[in-house]
């Protein structure tokens, strides 16, 4: 192609809502254009990267045996009633709804699981059809609290989701290791640094769950992972071995202390000599359900912070949010900063963190301003809580495992593999007619790759403060022939030639023949990011180029022919 026939337009101010350097360049490249808020369009350039990367995920799909199909973005409330989630995906504010003309409820799609567990329940009869494993590439809507990031996090996206089909539980694990090694490549061919790690996997559980997260400072995402045994995982699920705690002792006679204005654990250590380890913080939730909302306490060792994901899984709850001050003072009877396990009214469910299990003689809040207890024992004093764990694992703590030490990195979450069962197909009564002839609910799995977010992510970990350093396999052109001198009949005609064999060679080029002067033109190059270039100037005429890679921007002199060599023999492994 040639770019004086491509629509480009560089800006000379970075955008003002641009806060990480992907969404920058860009927006300044021009790749794409704000219409709203997290909502975008792509640039032809922009596109071109976008369906590679979607070539690349149909190949690596194709090859498992997976079947690309098209759902309806817009779909009936009546299809999200059959799963129950429509009223929790209204309250959550995330999905967009509408009405038609005989006013009916419609939505735009979030996700499609119930779409295509109807579709399975219709167009599957037999487990001899089974495995079927069917995926979309197609646009997402999801009314996001903060769109932001540009691509990260927009409210329009294009995902690809992909959904298992199975007759039981072992035929789901190969279903989903087949969709992990397709990731895998996946991500391998894009050009990602990155990671598969343990997610949270809902209520429901199991190891059946994880994210592929590219790493990068920008990323919304805490990982704790431990390099010596390769255990990683979303700090929403990581485990860990927590740290010592000082030996129980025999329990002791409950002591109640005056405490004016002694409310957090740091004052607490200093007022009564004691280390945070040996008492227990009372942390009250508000807790949301589809029929109700409650108030919750929880106990966590003093030393130790709680995982609100682990928790609202513990509760399976819908949402959870901390107690504001009237709620806690309405609860307790007491000012914030005092609630305890001693004395809650036993309308209020109490948690307790497993650290906590068989500690004696705590330290505690005890429901009355100005108050504390020492020497609390759980069963004794209290009522005894409902153990679970609900600890957020930190750096500097061992993994789960033991064989070594966490560290947190930030990552992006570009892909998530997800073992459903037979949660939607229960649900919605999707069955097929089994071995024994009985019908039988499908066990699923549903799979998602966030391609306008792994694109913008690829620039995120590839760019220098000239612009973007494509990945040669989803860059919009892998080798940008620039003309300097485009007066020059004969030169141009020298770089049109270079171009021409590079195409006859499969190289995907481009020519640059902008009547750019030479400044504006590099600078522009830069900025767009093609991972190699081929410079037709001044020796042009004695068969010299200057060759480049965008990575290092290091110039050599080359015969054309060993140019195109050069750019062949980089650009073979892709
Ligand atoms: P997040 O936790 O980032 O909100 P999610 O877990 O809700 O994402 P999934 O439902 O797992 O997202 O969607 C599959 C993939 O779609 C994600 O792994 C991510 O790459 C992408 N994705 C999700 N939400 C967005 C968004 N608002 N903008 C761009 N891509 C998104
Ligand atoms: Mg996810």
Known sequence: MHLSQVLISTLREDPADAEIPSHRLLARAGYIVKTAAGIYTYSPLMWRTLKKIMQIVRDELDREGAQELMMPILQPRELWESSGRWERYVADGIMYTLQDRKGADMCLGPTHEEVITAFANAAVNSYKQLPINLYQIQDKFRDEIRPRFGLMRGREFIMMDAYSFDAD??????????????????????????????????AIGGSG????????????????????????ANVERAGSIPP??????????????????????????????????????????????????????????GDLEINEVKLVNALDCLALKLAD???????????????????????????????????????????????????????????????????????????????????EVRGIEVGHIFKLGTKYSSAMNATFSSQEGKPAPFVMGCYGIGVSRTAQSAVEQNHDDAGIIWPAPIAPFEVVVAVLDYKKDDVMAIGTKIYEDLRAAGVDACLDDRPVRPGPKFKDLELLGFPLQITVGRKAGEGIVEFSERRNREKVDLSIDDAIARCRELLADR
């Open 169 to 202: 539980q072992e035929a789901l694990d190969e279903a989903y290791a087949k969709m992990s090694r397709a990731y895998h490549r996946i991500f391998e061919r894009c050009g990602l640094e990155f990671g598969a790690v343990q997610a949270d996997a809902g």
């Open 209 to 232: 769950s994880e994210e592929f997260m590219v790493f990068a400072d920008a990323g919304e995402d805490a990982i704790l992972r431990c390099p010596a045994t390769g255990y990683a």
């Open 244 to 301: 010592e705690a000082p030996a129980a002792t025999d329990p002791a006679a409950l002591e109640k202390h005056e405490t004016p204005d002694i409310r957090t654990v740091e004052q607490l250590e200093g007022f009564f000599s004691m280390p945070a380890a040996a008492m227990a913080k009372t942390v009250l939730y508000e807790a949301t359900w589809s029929d109700r909302d409650e108030v919750v306490a929880v106990m966590m060792r």
């Open 325 to 407: 001050d009237e709620k806690i003072k309405a609860t307790t009877g007491a000012e914030v900063g005092f609630a305890g396990p001693v004395g809650l009214s036993e309308d209020v469910r109490l948690f307790a963190d497993e650290t906590l299990r068989g500690r004696t003689n705590l330290l505690t809040g005890c429901n009355e301003t100005g108050y504390h207890c020492l020497n609390v024992n759980l069963g004794r004093d209290c009522r005894e809580p409902e153990f679970a764990d609900l600890r957020k694992a930190r750096a500097g703590e061992t993994e789960p495992g033991g064989g070594g030490v966490l560290e």
